[in-house]
């Protein structure tokens, strides 16, 4: 009776042990198939292949221990720990899956207090400017050998994705797949990356795309590049082209297509226009009109033409001028011109009949000059580069004068040195390229180079008055001279009052440690070792001391 007890004993033994494997391998089938349509979220073969396993496994443990199957789901019995080793199935496959909805939800969350991984409030500023209805793309392009570039990227793209509510979509495309998309982008890089609007049907609006300079601060490259782009759908400037030789379809060295294309670049705007035109029609420039260039001038303005002007600037418009010395009767801005005139009574603005010869400060002759010194008071004296000043071939003196209206704010930008002096013999001086200090005739220096007028307590109306037209030629900007670009740019800014440039400023990390990105490759091996095999092995450890505490 004994053995037969026993043996009866060791039967019960198997079956429960039969039951529990079955158990395991139901349970096991069941989260590979959550996990599965949680991934791929259709019912994949595997997904199928694993709820079957799942179900007979489940079925089989019920049919060979129902009694430890009934036991184990009432949780009245916990032989052995069964409960336990299921419980830690169950939460491994919970923490499974919540890492899949969370990773597929891109949910993005900083918990540093620098605020390393989230846009700035300049950002948003800019954002904040994109037209209502209207979503902006960010287009990268990246070939099938850049993928890891692109994951790196994508970490800090995606932020502008998800931190405004889908107003910003990230959009991946291979040139190798699509080169005409490419090409109508104007792509000549890999990793190169382009902002855009989208038109009412989602696709891009390539009447409203710029280029994302790649430089060393990602955040501030790709909103420069939005600014610019948003710029460009409301900011313009006019080139009057009445009477000069610096024209923005010139090409040559003599012509200023280069200052065109770096407007245009930096999301504004040209447009060529006629002020002869303009007065003989009796029109007006047009509204839209952000900054009217005067470049150069050869001959002196009419009355029609100055009539023109004094209209726009009354309606608080913004007037760019370059004047060259010129010996040449009736000739653009002479010193007792109409003109000349207006912008003294309006502005106190002075144009003088001269050239600054500057000794100290030239560059191949007394005549080539750069500036001896440049005023930060002002944004555009403050935005030139350090060390890259403006080149300036024969400039003429021009001056910022106290008489002027109560309503204007005027000053200097630009100087020449003590040293210099102002050359009033231009007959001599332009026939014979000779010229000397003359005590009764010539002024001493310094003289002013570039000035600035603003009545901002009146219209409204800017003016800057820069006394060279030749620095903004293309051989002078091709030369690599970066003051000359950045002088007639930032001028352009502020005229037009869209000098905000983003300056995202310094921000503290208490942490002083560096920022670190990882591919998504290393991510999901990250995901992978801590949700998987990290528990995993855990539960292995746990399986085999139940089976040891059970059947040894």
Avoid: C
């Avoid at 999301?267 to 029109?283: D, Y």
Wanted: aromatic share 8%; proline share 4%; charged share 15%.
């Amino acid at each position: 009776m004994a053995n037969t007890a026993s043996q009866q004993q060791g039967v019960t033994l198997g079956r429960s042990a039969v039951g529990s494997v079955f158990g395991f391998i139901g349970l096991a089938g069941l989260l590979v198939a959550i996990i599965s349509f949680a991934w791929t979220v259709t019912i994949a073969p595997i997904t199928l292949i694993a709820l079957i396993v799942g179900l007979v496994g489940l079925v089989a443990w019920a049919a060979v221990a129902p009694k430890d199957f009934v036991a184990t789901l009432t949780g009245k019995q916990a032989r052995h720990g069964t409960v336990s080793v299921f419980a830690s199935l169950l939460l491994l496959g919970i923490v499974v899956l919540s890492y899949i909805i969370i990773a597929r939800a891109n949910i993005a969350i900083d918990t540093t207090l620098s605020r390393t991984f989230s846009l700035t409030d300049a950002t948003f500023d800019v954002l904040d400017r994109i037209p209502e209805g209207r979503t902006l793309q960010i287009t990268g392009f990246y070939t099938s050998d850049a993928l890891e570039e692109r994951a790196l990227d994508d970490q800090f793209l995606r932020q502008y994705e998800l931190q405004t509510s889908g107003r910003v979509v990230v959009e991946y495309i291979n040139p190798q797949e699509q080169p005409a998309v490419a090409q109508r982008f104007g792509v000549i890089q890999n990793g190169q990356l382009f902002v855009s609007l989208l038109d009412e049907n989602g696709n891009v609006d390539f009447n409203a795309v710029a280029a994302v300079p790649r430089e060393n601060k990602q955040e501030r490259d790709i909103t420069n590049a939005i600014l610019s782009l948003l710029n460009q759908q409301v900011l313009k400037v006019y080139f009057a082209q009445d009477r000069t030789s610096l024209s923005i379809f010139d090409e040559t060295a003599s012509g200023i297509t280069l200052m065109d294309n770096g407007l245009r670049f930096n999301g504004i705007q040209t447009e060529a226009i006629s002020l002869q035109q303009l007065a003989a029609a009796g029109e007006a420039i047009p509204e839209d009109a952000a900054t009217l260039v005067l470049p150069r001038p050869r001959l002196a303005l009419g009355e029609p033409e100055l009539a023109v002007i004094d209209d726009y600037l009354q309606r608080g418009g913004s007037l760019l001028v370059l004047a060259d010395a010129t010996s040449n009767e009736n000739s653009f801005l002479q010193q007792e011109s109409a003109f000349n005139a207006y912008l003294t009574e309006n502005y106190g603005l002075v144009a003088f009949d001269g050239v600054v010869v500057d000794p100290p400060m030239q560059v191949e002759t007394p005549l080539d000059i750069i500036p001896a010194a440049i005023f930060g008071e002002h944004p555009t004296g403050a935005a030139i580069p350090q060390g890259q000043d403006p080149f300036f071939r024969i400039a003429r003196p021009v001056l910022a004068s106290e008489q002027k209206p109560e309503t204007v704010a005027n000053g200097r930008i630009m100087s020449s040195s003590q040293q210099s002096y102002i050359e009033r013999d231009l007959e001599t001086l332009f026939t014979t390229n000779e010229f000397a200090f003359d005590e009764e005739t010539d002024l001493t220096g310094p003289a002013d180079l570039v000035v600035w007028a603003w009545d901002e307590q009146g219209n409204g109306s800017k003016v800057i008055l820069i006394g060279d037209g030749d620095f903004v030629r293309n051989r002078n900007i091709d030369s690599g001279t970066v003051g000359n670009a950045a002088l007639f740019t930032e001028s352009i800014r502020w005229l037009s009052g869209r000098e905000d440039s983003i300056n995202f400023g310094f921000v503290a990390n208490p942490s002083g440690l560096p920022v670190l990105f990882v591919s998504g490759g290393n991510l999901d091996l990250i995901g992978i070792f801590t949700v998987a095999i990290v528990p995993l092995a855990v539960l292995f450890i746990g399986i085999i001391v139940w089976y040891r505490r059970t059947f040894a």
